[in-house]
C-alpha cells in the first residue's frame, strides 16, 4: 500500500482493454500500474514492494499467460492478490492459485471493484 492507497497492476496486452481496466481501478479509489505482458509485470514487482492486487488477462503473448503468471506470483509474491479475467476461457477455480478470483469477460465492472474490494481485507 502507498500513502494509503492499495496499489493495483493491471496485466493486459490490448490498450484499450488495459486502459478501461485502469481507469477502473481508478476509479474504485486505488492506485494503478500497468503492463502488456507477463514479463513486464514480474519486472514491476521485482522494482517494487507495494503492489496489493495483480488483475491479469487470462491469454496474453510472450513467456506465460495469465494462469501461468498468477501462480507464479502465488508462489513468489505470496500476500499479493490476484484476480484473473478472460474472454475466451472459463476456468476451473481448482485451476487458480489460492485465494484468487476468475471473472469472464466481458465483466461486470461493479463485481470486479466489489471483488477488490474484499481481497483487500483478506488475509492470503
Do not use: C
Not at 496485466?11 to 481496466?21: C, K, L, P
Not at 474504485?28 to 514492494?49: H, K, P, T, V
Not at 488483475?55 to 503468471?69: A, N
Amino acid at each position: 500500500m502507498k500513502d494509503g492507497k492499495a496499489v493495483v497492476l493491471v496485466v493486459e496486452d490490448s490498450t484499450i482493454i488495459r486502459m478501461g481496466a485502469v481507469d477502473l481501478v481508478l476509479s474504485a479509489g486505488y492506485e494503478a500500474l500497468e503492463a502488456s505482458d507477463a514479463d513486464e509485470a514480474i519486472r514491476i514487482l521485482e522494482s517494487r514492494n507495494d503492489v496489493d492486487l495483480v488483475f491479469t488477462d487470462v491469454q496474453m503473448p510472450g513467456t506465460m499467460d495469465g494462469i501461468k503468471l498468477s501462480h507464479y506470483i502465488r508462489s513468489r509474491w505470496p500476500p499479493v492478490r490476484l484476480i484473473i479475467a478472460s474472454g475466451e476461457a472459463i476456468l476451473e477455480e481448482s485451476s487458480l492459485p489460492a485465494g484468487s478470483r476468475f471473472f469472464s469477460k466481458p465483466y461486470d465492472e461493479r463485481s470486479i471493484t466489489d471483488a477488490m474490494a474484499l481481497l483487500m481485507l483478506d488475509d492470503v
